[in-house]
Nanobody
């Protein structure tokens, strides 16, 4: 059973930074793509950033380009989301996502990020 466990969320002031972590129960080499999504109250879940296993190609939502960075540590089986210059509109529950080559999709339980002064 694959488990994805997020951590690192919290309350931060506008302009601040946070680092989210997503620890997988097994090797992240098993996943073709890993990513971070977020969902704010009343909104649909949206892709924030993703990273492809082969080649490490990254993709970002336009709203976070230049501010957020996705990275992975293959030894620790962990994917990170480094968030800088946070804005109030970044407030949401952030979910880790992983997809296997054969199409199986896995989600973490989510971690709350609140940007407020």
């Amino acid at each position: 059973q694959v488990q994805l466990v997020e951590s690192g969320g919290g309350l931060v002031q506008p302009g601040g930074s946070l680092r989210l972590s997503c620890a997988a129960s097994g090797s992240i080499f098993n996943f073709a793509v890993m990513g971070w999504y977020r969902q704010a109250p009343g909104n649909q879940r949206e892709l924030v950033a993703s990273i492809i296993h082969r080649g490490g190609i990254t993709n970002y939502a336009d709203s976070v380009k230049g501010r957020f960075t996705i990275s992975r540590d293959n030894v620790k089986n962990t994917v990170y989301l480094h968030m800088n210059s946070l804005k109030q509109e970044d407030t949401a529950v952030y979910y880790c996502n992983a997809v296997r080559d054969k199409g199986d999709v896995y989600w973490g339980q989510g971690t709350q990020v609140t940007v407020s002064s």
